[in-house]
């Protein structure tokens, strides 16, 4: 009889390459960034620090306990920004920085105000100074 392989065991198999895994945080992080579900885009960690070893082994590399690592990646709340990095590194990964442009997408479209509000107290006759005496 044929043995059937579930689909979380073909998951774990595919997130096993790094270069898979990658791409499979990268759309986890588009998703998150489309509708804001923080707890669906921890899934998706969830399922690479699985496949790449496990919590024990993604926390060592991270230089943190496990129980320190699950209970970020099982939280409803995003961890800083260095908090979230670090995990990443672990999973040899990093954040990057692209332009909404690159994906057909300007801050008009997605409702971001992008403008500079002037820093109070700040008058034209102030001069930057580049002596450092």
Same mark, same amino acid.
């Given at each position: 009889?044929?043995?059937?392989?579930?689909?979380?065991?073909?998951?774990?198999?595919?997130?096993?390459?790094?270069?898979?895994?990658?791409?499979?945080?990268?759309?986890?992080?588009?998703?998150?960034?489309?509708?804001?579900?923080?707890?669906?885009?921890?899934?998706?960690?969830?399922?690479?620090?699985?496949?790449? =070893?496990?919590?024990?082994?993604?926390?060592?590399?991270?230089?943190?306990?496990?129980?320190?690592?699950?209970?970020?990646?099982?939280?409803?709340?995003?961890?800083?920004?260095?908090?979230?990095?670090?995990?990443?590194?672990?999973? =040899?990964?990093?954040?990057?920085?692209?332009?909404?442009?690159?994906? =057909?997408?300007?801050?008009?479209?997605?409702?971001?105000?992008?403008?500079?509000?002037?820093?109070? =107290?700040?008058?034209?006759?102030?001069?930057?100074?580049?002596?450092?005496?």
């Amino acid at each position: 009889m044929r043995k059937y392989r579930t689909w979380h065991e073909v998951l774990m198999e595919d997130l096993a390459d790094p270069a898979e895994a990658i791409s499979y945080l990268d759309v986890s992080l588009e998703e998150y960034q489309m509708d804001g579900d923080i707890p669906f885009f921890y899934k998706g960690i969830r399922n690479v620090v699985e496949a790449q =070893g496990g919590v024990a082994a993604i926390a060592k590399r991270a230089a943190m306990s496990p129980e320190t690592l699950s209970k970020i990646l099982s939280s409803e709340e995003a961890p800083h920004l260095d908090t979230f990095a670090t995990i990443l590194k672990a999973l =040899g990964c990093r954040l990057s920085i692209e332009p909404l442009k690159a994906e =057909g997408c300007d801050a008009d479209r997605v409702d971001v105000d992008t403008s500079v509000a002037p820093i109070e =107290g700040i008058t034209s006759e102030m001069v930057l100074s580049t002596d450092n005496k």
